[in-house]
């Protein structure tokens, strides 16, 4: 089993840069694929970016493609995303999920595809 707690959400003006984290405890990090989902005032929760086991291999929403970036340390237990060009779209409580596989190739897109959630951080963007 793993706990995961987000940090570094904030305020930032549009076109700007923030970085968010997600810690996990527990052992065995690198057995999990990592995603970035999001949710905004009176919206569902969408996905953004995901990223399997080794960190080889990614994925990203449209809507963030080229803007965004996930990246891990496993010797951290760390799953980041970079997110620049910020816009005030990109305004909600980001959340970052883990799912154990066995595949260490793959990276899952779906919600229900994770087991594990962090508590989320709120990322505002002015305009």
């Known amino acids: 089993q793993v706990q995961l707690v987000e940090s570094g959400g904030g305020l930032v003006q549009a076109g700007g840069s923030l970085s968010v984290s997600c810690a996990a405890s527990?052992?065995?990090?690198?057995?999990?694929?990592m995603g970035w989902f999001r949710q905004a005032p009176g919206k569902e929760r969408e996905f953004v970016a995901a990223i399997n086991r080794s960190g080889g291999s990614t994925y990203y929403a449209d809507s963030v493609k080229g803007r965004f970036t996930i990246s891990r340390d496993n010797a951290k237990n760390t799953v980041y995303l970079q997110m620049n060009s910020l816009k005030p779209e990109d305004t909600a409580v980001y959340y970052c999920?883990?799912?154990?596989?066995?595949?260490?190739?793959?990276?899952?897109?779906?919600?229900?595809?994770?087991?594990?959630w962090g508590q989320g951080t709120q990322v505002t963007v002015s305009s």
């Open positions: 527990g052992r065995s990090f690198s057995m999990y694929a």
């Open positions: 999920a883990g799912v154990r596989t066995l595949y260490s190739g793959r990276y899952y897109l779906r919600e229900d595809e994770y087991d594990y």
